[in-house]
């Protein structure tokens, strides 16, 4: 079978070969600009009334990119660009027969609500990269560094530009004022960009472009139309510096006797951030104590796999430039690869410290919440020869947990070292920008573990090779990775990793791999290959196959959530090019995957097949299928042998009503059920979005899931009647939350946002039992049930009589569970001049653990609503200097 399945994608691929033409090249649109030179730079007032604009012709004859492309617009849409030796200035006429029908409803910054007019500039000129500027007729900016031709789009960052609107008889006009300094360019004398440009008609849902771009071309940036006329500029080198003061207060219910919990806190701190253009292409970002409080909480999750959960990256100075930095072990357009494993996660900077201290029955301890970051150093930038360059250097502070007893007598005990984090990244354009080749080194320094911390490792490092090649107008395309991984340590903590969930050398039958307590390093490798088509008619697919050998370790400064895994994935895509009476655009996709570990042992097979509809009310749904006939898991007993489970089915489904009306709704469901009912699992979120004015966005998205799983892990017990016990039991979970937000714009650039989520999660267990057959066909032949005069239940532990001789043989904690909690933030934002910044925060966060045996709303009020949440109170004021 698994043969079978390899071959398909490489006869899909040799027809294909044989079949399919180059798409036919478009014709690249040329602008050419002027130098003002002694005329007066035009006003930034959104009126092109000034004289300077003579100077040059209009640029227009946008076309239709959506919904059908290769048409006229509704309205068409006309530019000109001027410059001098500092800025880049450009006016644009949107025409419109009905200006009073023109939607100017506003956001946030990178919002992109409304009617909008979109720049892009490839100053590079390299054809994969581009800076974008954005301004929606209610004046709100959006700006976005983009890369990887178009696949990603940073809204992190945020140059100083400037931007003004006005609306009139014709329809509306914008004014642009881009300086030089926010752009990279080389220092020919003689300068070609690349130049497009997008205009989004909000009411009909429209997108016209300058420059033609077919749906079946891949890529963005390189279909480009080209500016010309810059001559004469030279690069300007970024120096800008900001300086912040935070004032902070916290409250919280206070603790009789505890003197580190008293009810409240205070702190005053400065910090720098600062842009050094070490060339006009390279930039050094560097931060001193760095402050990341306006920054939102993350959502509350549980996860009874017991492997690490993924959040996203949230803080200003790691978010930008983040995509030169990326390096992801195995992305693919059929997912189910891991796609969020990288071998820079970083979170992993400035971590909760991951020590812990022993206090005594009479003793207090003051356990730091975070780790500061003393500085950390960024220096990042493209090269106009293709060279991109990332290099990231961070050192975070020692901290130590305070222990104080009732005599008042305190002792300090440390629990996160000093650690130096580092990421080094190069990556070379060739062959006309079609390929590319690069490499990435990370290094992980603990300095001084104590005995306490001995589990850590001492150094980690890790590096890799990335590449691609496209080829026939990069319709078609191979690319791939190879990576590998070195950590050291003491035997404790090298005995640590190998015992730990990513890992479990110690389980049971994987004769491969085999705990060794005496060493103290371990040394792994992993990669990714694939080949794929994504341009040129109806049809798209992709294959390839991905591996993480058993010692593969890159969590200390990567994330990594399993090893020893070998996988083979096809993905096949078929969509509409034309709307129909019906459809805007429909597709439709089919994937497998199949997975074995190192001992050969297959472990995974699975098909689905899924659906996605732009209908031509401008509804979006999709529907998808899964089937897996083969699953085992290494990791689900941790350490036991290899786990059979039942073949199982499942779904997902969603609607969203079109998101132009000021009222939408949207809904999303999911299910999985084996075919002997051992599992089913079923989540549901719906909500809504209403936008009563432009200024004003509310939205509310409440979910609840349901898990019911015959075969829940709980704990292993080594020797029980001479032999070890899976402790294994029927789990019914329930999760409820709801994500609140409100936007609300005051102006283009003083805007109040809320954010707000309850969240419950209770689990039930019962029929307790232990694995005895692993891999049996059968559901119910890999267990042994305990019948219920084996079990015996008293104060919040239960006691097993094994053998039934009357004596108790291991006892375990009562895994019933229920977590409450209610996080918020509060944040008013003013850019009071561009760059500059202040921002006042208040965030709440309320963690409770409920009673169990309660119903989950009953429980959600009882532990939120009367109790003292935690509140955090801060006031954060920037200054941009621009020098």
């Known amino acids: 079978m698994s043969r079978l399945i390899i071959l398909v994608p490489l006869l899909f691929l040799g027809f294909h070969l044989k079949a399919q033409d180059s798409t036919a090249v478009v014709p690249k649109k040329i602008y050419v600009t002027t130098s003002i030179g002694g005329e007066q730079p035009p006003a930034i007032d959104g009126r092109l009334d000034d004289s300077v604009w003579n100077l040059v012709e209009w640029a227009g004859d946008y076309i239709e990119l959506q919904p059908d492309e290769n048409t006229p617009p509704t309205h068409q849409t006309k530019f000109k660009i001027v410059y001098d030796n500092k800025n880049l200035y450009i006016g644009v006429r949107c025409y419109d027969s009905e200006p009073d029908k023109i939607v100017k409803r506003m956001s946030r910054r990178d919002g992109f609500e409304g009617d909008f007019i979109e720049f892009n500039i490839d100053s590079y000129h390299d054809k994969r990269t581009a800076f974008s500027f954005t301004t929606s007729v209610s004046g709100v900016k959006g700006d976005e560094f983009v890369s990887n031709n178009g696949n990603n789009w940073d809204e992190s960052w945020n140059p100083i530009w400037y931007t003004k609107t006005n609306i009139d008889e014709e329809g509306w006009t914008a004014e642009f004022k881009i300086p030089l300094s926010q752009l990279k360019f080389g220092s020919s004398e003689n300068q070609v960009w690349g130049l497009q440009s997008t205009r989004r008609i909000f009411r009909a849902e429209e997108r016209s472009v300058w420059q033609r771009k077919p749906i079946d071309q891949p890529g963005w940036v390189s279909e480009f139309g080209e500016l010309h006329g810059l001559k004469n500029i030279e690069p300007q080198k970024q120096l800008e510096i900001q300086p912040y003061t935070v004032t902070s ?12 919990r008293d009810g409240n806190e205070s702190d005053f701190t400065l910090g720098l951030d600062a842009k050094i253009g070490v060339t006009n292409d390279l930039t050094m970002d560097v931060t001193v104590n760095p402050d990341f409080g306006q920054v939102e909480a993350d959502p509350s999750a549980i996860a009874l796999d017991g492997f690490q959960i993924f959040f996203r990256e949230q803080r200003p100075f790691f978010v930008e430039n983040k995509n030169i930095f990326d390096f992801r072990l195995s992305e693919s357009e059929a997912g189910n690869t891991f796609g969020f494993d ?32 003393i500085g950390a150093a960024k220096f990042s930038g493209k090269t106009k020869d293709g060279w991109a360059i990332g290099v990231l250097e961070s050192v975070t502070a020692k901290r130590y947990a305070a222990i104080r007893n009732e005599n008042g007598d305190e002792r300090r005990e440390m629990v996160e070292p000093l650690t130096n984090y580092f990421v080094g990244r190069l990556q070379k354009d060739f062959n006309d920008r079609n390929s590319y080749i690069g490499g990435i080194f990370t290094a992980t320094n603990r300095d001084n573990l104590n005995q306490a911390l001995d589990f850590l490792h001492k150094s980690a490092f890790s590096g890799g090779l990335d590449f691609k090649h496209q080829w026939a107008n990069r319709d078609w395309y191979v690319e791939g990775n190879v990576i590998f991984s070195h950590v050291k340590g003491s035997q404790e903590a090298i005995q640590n990793t190998q015992e730990s969930i990513t890992h479990l050398f110690q389980r049971v039958g994987a004769d491969h791999v085999e705990l060794d307590t005496e060493r103290t390093s371990l040394s792994g490798t992993g990669g990714n290959v694939q080949i794929g088509k994504v341009g040129n008619g109806h049809w798209k697919f992709e294959s390839g196959g991905t591996w993480r050998s058993p010692e593969l370790e890159i969590n200390d400064l990567g994330f990594q959530r ?17 709307p129909d009476s019906t459809f805007r655009r429909v597709g439709i996709n089919y994937n497998h995957w199949t997975a074995w570990d190192f001992g050969g042992n297959h472990n995974y097979l699975q098909f689905n097949t899924n659906s996605w509809q732009n209908w031509k009310n401008n509804w979006f749904t999709n529907v998808g299928f899964n089937y897996a006939p083969i699953e085992y898991d290494n990791f689900a007993l941790r350490g036991g042998p290899r786990l059979r489970s039942s073949p199982w089915i499942s779904f997902w489904n969603s609607i969203n009503t079109d998101n132009r009306k000021k009222l939408r709704f949207s809904a999303f469901h999911r299910g999985t059920k084996t075919v002997d009912n051992s599992l089913k699992f079923y989540l549901i979120e719906a909500g809504f979005a209403y936008q009563p004015i432009n200024a004003l966005r509310v939205s509310a998205f409440p979910s ?50 809320y954010w707000g989520q309850p969240f419950i999660s209770r689990g039930r267990y019962s029929n307790f039992k232990h694995i005895s057959n692993a891999g049996a066909k059968t559901f119910e032949d890999r267990f042994t049930a305990y019948a219920p005069e084996q079990i015996s239940f008293s104060e919040d532990v239960f006691s097993v009589d094994d053998d039934l001789d009357g004596d108790v043989d291991f006892t375990f904690d009562d895994p019933d569970f229920s977590f409450v909690q209610f996080r918020s933030n509060l944040v008013v934002r003013w850019e009071y001049i561009p760059g500059s910044e202040i921002f006042l925060v208040w965030s709440q966060d309320v963690s409770q653990n409920g009673d169990p045996t309660a119903g989950l709303l009953p429980s959600l009020g009882d532990n939120i609503f009367g109790q003292k949440p935690q509140n955090i109170f801060l006031l954060k004021a920037t200054y941009r200097f621009v020098l």
């Open 342 to 373: 990288n071998l820079f996660y970083s979170r992993r900077i400035g971590r909760s410290p991951q020590g812990s201290v022993d206090a005594g029955d009479n003793e207090f301890v003051n356990q730091p919440d975070k780790t500061p970051i």
């Open 704 to 753: 609840l899931s349901i898990n019911h799983n015959k075969l829940q892990y709980i704990d292993n017990f080594d020797e029980v009647n001479g032999s070890p016990r899976y402790l294994n039991g029927e789990v019914n979970q329930r999760t409820l939350s709801m994500s609140l937000r409100l936007n609300y714009n005051i102006s283009p650039n003083l805007t109040i946002q």
């Open 249 to 260: 207060g916290e409250t919280y219910e206070a603790e009789d006797g505890n003197p580190f």
């Open 562 to 578: 399993q090893s020893d895994d070998i996988r083979h994935y096809t993905w096949i895509g078929y969509q509409t090019l034309k």
